[in-house]
């Protein structure tokens, strides 16, 4: 299992949510979705206050879900569900497309079809 790293992500101007995210995964989307690596000795990034810890504090703050379809090999496109900042909700379409995730081109950015929650 990969190991995960602390990040924060935004859901307002001033408010984070700390996630576990593996970092190879996400290192090239971090700006697309609103994520900032956490310092190494866990401090918040300067004028944030931190509102909550993991998925579901993210979504009862705004954040949301995407699925990014990514070519896993030449013939078969994989997809990942992420969550994203409320922040980047008018961008995050179009500036995912062309980036990496995991290492593999994101081909395609879509609204999730099932949702499913278990809170």
Sequence with gaps: MALRTPYFIAVTATNV???QLVKA??????ATLGLTEAATNGDLPAGKTLVGTGKLAAMQNGCFGVNLVYAKTAAKNQTAKVLCSPTKADTVFQEAKGKNYAGKPVVEV???RRRVYTF
Excluded: G, I
Excluded at 25 to 30: D, I, Y
């Design 17 to 19: 949510v700390k996630l």
């Design 110 to 112: 879509r609204v999730p």
């Design 25 to 30: 995964s996400v290192t090239a989307l971090e």
